[in-house]
T-cell receptor, first 113, second 114 residues
Framework: KQEVTQIPAALSVPEGENLVLNCSFTDSAIYNLQWFRQDPGKGLTSLLLIQSSQREQTSGRLNASLDKSSGRSTLYIAASQPGDSATYLCAVRPAAAGNKLTFGGGTRVLVKP | DVKVTQSSRYLVKRTGEKVFLECVQDMDHENMFWYRQDPGLGLRLIYFSYDVKMKEKGDIPEGYSVSREKKERFSLILESASTNQTSMYLC?????????????FGSGTRLTVV
């Protein structure tokens, strides 16, 4: 059974520092991996989608890498801002489970001004 | 942009009431999903649907049912609401494919059962 882990569960950094968020998964048979952002009391906003054949995706200050063989993805947020404070969730779409995502527990990020 | 719209942001219902949570998507997605999210438990799949009138149980279907009469609309029904169903409910949709597309989520419905 696929398991997705995000460590640390919480992270606090000063404004301007780069953020590095980790996601690991146990089964490398995946279609894709998706990073989401969730603000308190809100829904999930998709940040980046990486196909299983890709190594990385970039959008503005965000860069996500994928190493499928080792079961790892990393989300980098450059030059963090207080507005980046949120919970970040990664989710994998297992090849064996159709369209059902498996989520990590999330990393809660606080960027201090 | 794909939009997934949940009809209510906040709901307060009484124990024993029948509750309907509505979700509509505007991009002709075949797949639709209902999750609930609780502190410490993460997101848990309640039900999902691959097509109109088709539904499958997720990980925690007890106490819930669903309806999908039209492709764009997926309703979650709490037959007799209980306090342990107080939670954040999230709807999502995606295309049927081999992972070329991601999931799109709605803004969530915070349900409180008193």
């Amino acid at each position: 059974k696929q398991e997705v882990t995000q460590i640390p569960a919480a992270l606090s950094v000063p404004e301007g520092e780069n953020l590095v968020l980790n996601c690991s998964f146990t089964d490398s048979a995946i279609y894709n991996l998706q990073w989401f952002r969730q603000d308190p009391g809100k829904g999930l906003t998709s940040l980046l989608l990486i196909q299983s054949s890709q190594r990385e995706q970039t959008s503005g200050r965000l860069n996500a890498s994928l190493d499928k063989s080792s079961g790892r993805s990393t989300l980098y947020i450059a030059a963090s801002q207080p507005g980046d404070s949120a919970t970040y969730l990664c989710a994998v779409r297992p090849a064996a489970a159709g369209n059902k995502l498996t989520f990590g527990g999330g990393t809660r990020v606080l960027v201090k001004p | 942009d794909v939009k997934v719209t949940q009809s209510s942001r906040y709901l307060v219902k009484r124990t024993g009431e029948k509750v309907f949570l509505e979700c509509v998507q505007d991009m002709d997605h075949e797949n639709m999903f209902w999750y609930r999210q609780d502190p410490g438990l993460g997101l848990r799949l309640i039900y999902f649907s691959y097509d109109v009138k088709m539904k499958e149980k997720g990980d925690i279907p007890e106490g819930y049912s669903v309806s999908r009469e039209k492709k764009e609309r997926f309703s979650l029904i709490l037959e007799s609401a209980s306090t342990n169903q107080t939670s954040m409910y999230l709807c999502a949709s995606t295309y049927v494919d081999r992972g070329l597309y991601g999931y799109t989520f709605g803004s969530g419905t915070r349900l409180t059962v008193v």
